[in-house]
């Protein structure tokens, strides 16, 4: 694989979601300013981007089905596992019950049996936490992403394997693309005529977001194309972002924004060794949010310069992503890769 800046741009998506949320969670006036530049949906999209790469060449370059998902399994599992446990267990302390209460309401158990099976959306919460005024009481809002990403885990074998038969790879990716786009788009519209929330969730999942993995999929098997085509590229997807945000619909946003990022991915050298310390982006993503909003209840933003709260914030954060990757996502990674 060519020298690149994945280690960079996870970093960079991971720490511009942090900087979403605190502004959307803290509620400050004053960093409400800052919302365009700080776009969480953006960010979200372009892992997605890069997954549908990174994800594709993982599997083929794997020896057989058992070591692909030992190391997704490695990799996405050992930390997603942790924050629920330590979310559940900690957030008692911060709880309007009791312990006692707490630990034998029936939601807790609730919780833990929808978030371990990635189905966060059953039950966001957990007994008496989160119930100040404005506040939502979901627990972890930046984890409805993983059971996108364990999705396209699951069927990037079926969709790998036609494609690997086909003569002609890219019909087949434009497909999947256009399915895609109208299953997103279908769905927003039903949800938008009818105000039913359930359209908008549906339109959340994998189908509705394939054609951003399918667009670094398409990337992955045409890279050479796009190396020696991006300047042009790149001028025409920045082009097609700015009139589609504009317009409010995406059609042609996805393959726009992977032509973006893979143009950033493959090119300024000097940020080739950007994740040389580790890589703690996963880290800092399923972190962020129950730690912010623990801050934000607990009324610091109110209380104390929120400045101040916000970079002591984000020290924390990066802290705990450092912690993340060098006691427990890097070790379980070693293990999966020596049982090979």
């Known amino acids: ?50 997954s549908g790469f990174l994800i594709s060449q993982s599997y083929l370059k794997s020896k057989s089905l058992k070591s692909y998902f030992q190391k997704r399994a490695a990799r996405l599992l050992p930390a997603y596992i942790l924050v629920i446990l330590l979310s559940g267990l900690f957030l008692s302390f911060v709880s309007r019950y009791s312990f006692m209460e707490y630990f034998t309401h029936p939601q807790l158990l ?4 929808s978030n371990f099976s990635f189905l966060n959306f059953i039950q966001p919460c957990v007994p008496g936490v989160f119930l100040e005024e404005g506040i939502n009481c979901d627990v972890n809002g930046a984890l409805w992403t993983l059971k996108v990403e364990i999705s396209f885990y699951l069927s990037i074998p079926i969709i790998l394997y036609i494609i690997e038969k086909a003569k002609r790879k890219y019909i087949l990716l434009i497909i999947l693309y256009l399915l895609s786009v109208i299953f997103k788009n279908s769905f927003e519209l039903l949800y938008l005529h009818t105000h039913n929330s359930s359209y908008n969730i549906i339109a959340r999942q994998l ?86 909003k623990t801050v934000k209840s607990l009324g610091f933003f109110e209380n104390y310069n929120p400045v101040i709260v916000s970079i002591f914030l984000i020290f924390i954060i990066l802290l705990t992503g450092f912690i993340s990757w060098h006691f427990v996502e890097k070790r379980f990674i070693k293990i999966s890769h020596s049982a090979k």
Request: aromatic letters at 24%; glycine letters at 6%.
């Open 1 to 50: 694989m060519r020298q690149n800046n994945f280690d960079f741009l996870r970093f960079f998506f991971a720490f511009v979601v942090v900087i979403g949320h605190l502004i959307i969670i803290s509620q400050i006036k004053s960093f409400q300013v800052l919302t365009p530049f700080f776009s969480t949906y953006i960010s979200v999209t372009a892992f997605f981007c890069i």
């Open 207 to 292: 189908p509705g977001f394939l054609s951003y993995f399918v667009s670094g999929i398409g990337i992955y098997y045409y890279l050479d194309f796009f190396e020696k085509n991006k300047i042009w590229l790149i001028a025409i997807g920045l082009i097609i972002l700015v009139i589609e945000k504009k317009l409010e619909f995406e059609i042609l946003t996805p393959v726009a924004l992977a032509v973006v990022v893979f143009t950033i991915a493959f090119s300024f050298k000097s940020l080739n060794s950007f994740g040389k310390y580790g890589d703690v982006s996963y880290g800092i993503y399923i972190f962020h949010y129950p730690i912010i």
């Open 110 to 113: 609730k919780f833990f049996c």
